[in-house]
């Protein structure tokens, strides 16, 4: 199946700063999404972005499907960002698969 | 804005006890889906279901669990004789089509002892 890995595992960082986070993928993808998970364990849905760019407020996302990777863009973090963020990609058998996730912190 | 639900938002059960975890999809969603989270690790696909029927499912779902629609709003999750490593928070999701963004519910932890 479709292999997806995040990087990095980790990422502390200093209230305001910037940051970028990375999902690679092995083959191609019909489907990708970016999730927050907060300290309940909810997933937040951030993206549905198969291709392209997208944002909203200070997060934005990019996925370059021919050389399979997204980005997800968090500017001036605040500490409510912080939280564990997943990569999921759908491949065409319609098998959505997680990244095992980057966590961030964000100190104030 | 509709969304997914999901009852309980946290179960405790004894081992050996049955389980049903429910979900109420958006409302004209056809496409459903569980998926299962281990504490600290990453959420995991269990199954797929349309047309009242599973579509697809996953190694970790075998014949202890088993998804019903019984009505036109409830979609549910049943794990017949739990173990320990049942505990995980479940996770239901839906689309209006095979295609597209899921819609994930908040979850359900369950926590088996």
């Known amino acids: 199946g479709i292999q997806v890995e995040q990087s990095p595992p980790d990422l502390i960082l200093q209230e305001g700063a910037n940051s970028t986070l990375r999902c690679n993928f092995s083959d191609s993808v019909n489907n990708l999404q970016w999730f927050h998970q907060n300290p309940w364990g909810q997933l937040i849905n951030l993206f549905y972005i198969p291709s392209g760019t997208k944002q909203n407020g200070r997060l934005s996302a990019t996925t370059v499907v021919t050389e399979r990777y997204s980005l997800l863009y968090i500017s001036s973090s605040q500490t409510t960002d912080s939280g564990v963020y997943f990569c999921a990609v759908e491949d065409y058998n319609n098998d959505m698969r997680f990244g095992a996730g980057t966590r961030l912190t964000v100190k104030p | 804005e509709p969304e997914v639900t999901q009852t309980p938002s946290h179960q405790v059960t004894q081992m050996g006890q049955e389980v049903i975890l429910r979900c109420v999809p958006i409302?004209?969603?056809?496409?459903f889906y569980w998926y299962r989270q281990i504490l600290g690790q990453k959420v995991e696909f269990l199954v797929s279901f349309y047309n009242n029927e599973i579509s697809e499912k996953s190694e970790i779902f075998d014949d202890q669990f088993s998804v019903e629609r019984p009505d036109g709003s409830n979609f549910t999750l049943k794990i017949r004789s739990t173990k320990l490593e049942d505990s995980a928070m479940y996770f239901c999701?839906?689309?209006?089509?095979?295609?597209?963004?899921?819609?994930f519910g908040p979850g359900t932890r369950l926590t088996v002892t």
């Open positions: 999701a839906s689309r209006p089509t095979g295609l597209g963004e899921q819609y």
């Open positions: 409302s004209n969603h056809l496409y």
